[in-house]
């Protein structure tokens, strides 16, 4: 993801962040803030962009998928309803935290 975000009236910062897609779950929201600001939060398990790695492993998606998943648009995804309702809460988190920084 990119956000950009003012340094100055007619200068902008751009801050790039790559994500790992072996992350079980990866909700995220976002909120305009302003004109020249927007607010992203994303939760990633496990915690990715260690120093040094790459925030991929090469090969064709899902073709590394752990026995107790599936593959929904191109990730693996956990068959569990735990899964679900710890994404549904992290997405609510995610947006309490935007409405915190607006």
């Known amino acids: 993801e990119s956000t950009t975000t003012p340094t100055e009236p007619t200068t902008t910062t751009t801050v790039s962040k790559e994500t790992t897609t072996s992350t079980t779950s990866a909700p995220s929201a976002s909120k305009k803030a302003s004109q020249q600001t927007t ?38 995804v956990t068959n569990s309803a735990s899964t679900l309702m710890s994404t549904v809460v992290a997405v609510i988190l995610a947006m309490l935290a935007i409405q915190c920084f607006a």
């Open 39 to 76: 607010l992203m939060v994303c939760f990633y398990k496990p915690a990715g962009n260690k120093q040094g790695e790459k925030p991929y492993q090469k090969g064709q998606s899902c073709s590394a998928c752990p026995a107790d998943t599936h593959c929904d648009r191109k990730q693996c």
